[in-house]
């Protein structure tokens, strides 16, 4: 199995313009997590879903940020506009309903 | 609500020293407890976990924890550090059971450093 795999690896953007993360979770793991990592809030969960459908968005920041999962194998977060504060490594991970595993994220800058 | 706190946002030892990672949690609940590795520049990865039973768990490179409810700690400790153990280590709960839909709720880290 290849795990979760994220996309791009590192994304560097201007402030104002969208960016989109994407998400392969491991195939049969009907639960995908989105969290960012600072270094002042440290890691935070964004949103989860469950059998593609959000089950908790509580940790989204605000309005600019959304995400879809359109089916079991692919997931996006999107930002727009993005702003410098957005600058982090966001984390997705999948669970088959126990463990996560993780990706190796996106570092993400906005300047 | 759940939470964890992690003593210490950075830790040094020597090598063929003690490791020693504090973890104390907060759960309303039953938790399940966990301990994660960063490498930089890479993901999370699994160390150890507790969810119930044995309440001293093993992980991989000779990590080990306890689960202590009646101190709400979760320790991690290693007898012997290695220079390949310096990295970021996270403390993680979630709900007891994977209700919740498994959310991990993380600590804020400790930076594990080996000096020679």
């Known amino acids: 199995d290849a795990g979760v795999i994220q996309s791009p690896r590192h994304e560097v953007t201007e402030m104002g313009q969208e960016v989109t993360l994407r998400c392969k979770p491991i195939s049969g793991h009907n639960s995908l997590f989105w969290y960012r990592q600072t270094m002042m809030r440290g890691l935070e969960l964004l949103i989860y879903?469950?059998?593609?459908?959000?089950?908790?968005d509580s940790g989204m920041p605000e309005d600019r940020f959304s995400a879809k999962m359109p089916n079991a194998s692919f997931s996006t977060l999107k930002i727009q506009p993005s702003e410098p504060r957005d600058s982090a490594v966001y984390f997705c991970a999948s669970s088959p309903g126990g463990l996560s595993t993780f990706g190796s994220g996106t570092r993400l800058t906005v300047v | 609500a759940q939470s964890v706190t992690q003593l210490g946002s950075h830790v040094s030892v020597s090598e063929g020293a003690l490791v020693l990672l504090r973890c104390n949690y907060s759960?309303?609940?039953?938790?399940?407890l966990f301990w994660y590795v960063q490498y930089p520049n890479q993901g999370l990865q699994l160390l150890l976990k507790y969810t119930t039973g044995a309440t001293l768990v093993k992980g991989i490179n000779g990590f080990e924890a306890e689960f202590k409810k009646s101190e709400t700690s979760f320790h991690l400790t290693k007898p012997s550090a290695h220079m390949s153990d310096a990295a970021e280590y996270f403390c993680?709960?979630?709900?007891?059971?994977?209700?919740?839909?498994?959310?991990?709720?993380f600590g804020t880290g400790t930076q594990l450093k080996v000096e020679l």
């Open positions: 993680a709960v979630t709900l007891g059971g994977w209700r919740g839909g498994n959310k991990l709720t």
């Open positions: 879903f469950n059998n593609n459908v959000p089950i908790d």
């Open positions: 759960s309303s609940v039953p938790p399940y």
